[in-house]
Every structure is written in structure tokens, then in C-alpha cells.
């Protein structure tokens, strides 16, 4: 945990899908302190007329490249949440060359007891993790 899920208009290459989850991960791992088998990610991919992704009202544009990152976490400090932002667009462009215009972060946060990893059990509430 956390739970990762990208949203990404189709035609990325297996390896590009690779290079995206494996750079989130890093970024992940860095800023929530999770350990590195802490690692739950799904990938959504769609056509280009399933993803309208305006900007708010920021001014900036978006290309086909744009990913969306929804993570689903227990509670995270502002600090931590900022610097996983940071570490994303950073780790996004410099691996992937995906430009920070086009990436957005969404957090939802739950508690413990919101977990099974397996088996029918809350692994948190139980204190096998």
C-alpha cells in the first residue's frame, strides 16, 4: 500500500509502461517511506476520446502524453504528499520525457482498517503488518 492507478490515452509500448510504473515507484518509495515490495499499480489505458483532461483553469496545455495518477494511501503529511508530487513530474520527464504539464496527482486517503492484502484479513488490524 499505497495503491497506484495510472490513466493513460493508449498506444504506449509495454516498455514505456514499464520505464512510467517503475519511475513512479522510486518516487513512491522516496517520499512515502514505504518499502520497496510495497508496490501495487494498475494501468488503465484509453482511447483518446475517453480522457478529456482540461487544465483548470492554470493555462497550460496537454498533449496525448498526459497521465493521470490516482493513489489511494493512508494518511500522508502535507510534506510527504508535496514532495511525491515533486519527485513524480521530476522522475515523469527526466525517464519517461513526459512533461510536468502533464501529469496529475490525485491522493485519497483511508484508514487501516480499509485494507485486506489477501486471505480475508485486515493485515493492519490484526498486526501481521
Not at 15 to 21: Q, S
Not at 27 to 47: G, K, L, N, S, T
Not at 48 to 61: C, N, R, S
Not at 93 to 115: F, H, K, L, Q
Request: charged share 30%; hydrophobic share 40%.
Amino acid at each position: 500500500m499505497p495503491l497506484l492507478r495510472f490513466d493513460v490515452i493508449e498506444g504506449r509500448s509495454p516498455e514505456e509502461l514499464k520505464k512510467l510504473l517503475d519511475a513512479a515507484h522510486i518516487a513512491m518509495v522516496e517520499a512515502f517511506d514505504v518499502p520497496v515490495r510495497d508496490r501495487y499499480q494498475i494501468v488503465h489505458q484509453h482511447a483518446p476520446h475517453e480522457m478529456i483532461i482540461e487544465d483548470t483553469g492554470l493555462g497550460f496545455e496537454r498533449t496525448p502524453e498526459v497521465v493521470i495518477i490516482s493513489v489511494v494511501s493512508k494518511e500522508r503529511t502535507p510534506e510527504q504528499k508535496k514532495l511525491l508530487y515533486k519527485l513524480l513530474v521530476e522522475r515523469l520527464e527526466r525517464e519517461c520525457g513526459i512533461a510536468p504539464s502533464d501529469v496529475m496527482i490525485s491522493i485519497v486517503e483511508n484508514g487501516t482498517d480499509d485494507w485486506s492484502f489477501g486471505y480475508g484479513r485486515a493485515q493492519f488490524l490484526t498486526g501481521e503488518l
